[in-house]
């Protein structure tokens, strides 16, 4: 079967599942490109090359796990992030590009240039940590990333091993794990989506991606309140610390932030145009 072939299968299969055309066809490209090794771009002009059986096999088992609501970063089974490409799978969260606008929030702040110690708390894959890691390649910084699950560090570290990034990781709950005034710049992406609002997420999500990483309590503002308490510790003076929000949250992080004792407290819209970011300076 030649590529082109595969590519009208693969997106009339995947449109019958339930995708859009667009998104059928994205994701289509995606597995064939990850099979063949024929970037996605190229497929177009490489239509007429044919895949060996043992692609065509490949590809049958892929696109049926999509098909039936497996996330395709956890089937092909890494995703690019930022400037950096991670490995994917079920012990995480799914890095997502409202992250990545996390990250260049902390790029461009005023601490950045002169922070020396930075940490993630909810690691998850990694990503937040290792994109900031990464950026920072041949200063004097140091990073901790903090996840209250074994297996998600196993994968952060794994992430971390494979970039070449030296990072220090540690395993509790919040801040829990930091010594107190050790700490520059905080950053959470926590889980912030309300109990009552798990069970009707997109299945794709509902059914794989780890609960521990969705799940945010009654409001979806427990591990907000946490690491928020705990910051106040960890954090030296002039510390900042960075969360991205639900988009219904802005106002009431916002108030959070304010009763902790921060100043210089804001909100950021998304790509989207949603209120997604908070951060806030502790004096």
Request: hydrophobic share 45%; aromatic share 6%; glycine share 10%.
């Amino acid at each position: 079967m030649t590529l082109g072939r595969l590519l009208e299968a693969g997106a009339a299969y995947l449109c019958r599942h339930g995708f859009d055309g667009a998104e059928a066809r994205c994701q289509s490209g995606i597995l064939i490109a990850e099979a063949t090794g024929v970037p996605a771009l190229r497929l177009a002009t490489a239509g007429d090359r044919a895949a060996t059986a043992a692609q065509v096999e490949r590809l049958r088992q892929e696109f049926r796990r999509v098909a039936f609501g497996e996330p395709i970063q956890y089937v092909v089974g890494h995703w690019p992030f930022h400037d950096i490409e991670l490995k994917t799978d079920a012990r995480a969260l799914i890095p997502r590009p409202e992250t990545e606008e996390l990250v260049g929030l902390v790029l461009r702040s005023p601490q950045w240039a002169q922070a020396r110690d930075i940490a993630d708390i909810g690691t998850g894959t990694g990503a937040i940590v290792l994109a900031l890691a990464h950026a920072a390649r041949g200063t004097p910084k140091s990073f901790t990333a903090v996840d209250l699950s074994p297996e998600a560090l196993a994968l952060a570290r794994e992430n971390a091993a494979a970039l070449d990034l030296r990072v220090r990781f540690l395993q509790g709950e919040g801040c829990a794990p930091l010594a107190p005034g050790s700490t520059d710049i905080l950053v959470s992406n926590p889980p912030y989506i309300a109990s009552r609002t798990v069970d009707t997420l997109d299945p794709r999500v509902r059914d794989h991606e780890p609960r521990l990483a969705l799940d945010g309590g009654e409001d979806g503002l427990d591990a907000v309140r946490s690491i928020l308490l705990g910051a106040t510790q960890v954090l030296r003076p002039g510390g900042r610390i960075f969360f991205e929000i639900g988009d219904e949250q802005g106002l009431s992080v916002q108030r959070l932030l304010e009763r902790a004792g921060y100043t210089d407290v804001g909100l950021g819209r998304d790509a989207a145009g949603h209120d997604r970011f908070a951060w806030g300076t502790l004096l």
